[in-house]
């Protein structure tokens, strides 16, 4: 399965900017394009892994609910 990396912006707006089939490649790539960005840049670079861009689309999403915090 691939790893997509797409750029969110507020409003949950997804631009698909590229993908990848390693996890290793993907990672470097999404982190030069986050230091590339403007220091007040509401704009987010997302990786998702799926078997398609549908698929990573619909996992941005879902909300996912916070694990445990602490002990408790």
Do not use: W
């Not at 507020?10 to 631009?15: I, N």
């Amino acid at each position: 399965m691939p790893y997509f990396i797409f750029s969110v912006n507020p409003g949950a707006q997804f631009k698909k900017l590229c993908e990848f089939d390693a996890f290793k490649e993907a990672s470097a790539h999404a982190k030069t394009l986050r230091a590339q960005q403007a220091a007040k840049t509401l704009e987010k670079i997302k990786v998702m892994f799926a078997e398609n861009e549908d698929q990573a689309l619909d996992l941005m999403l879902q909300v996912r609910t916070p694990g445990p915090k602490g002990d408790d």
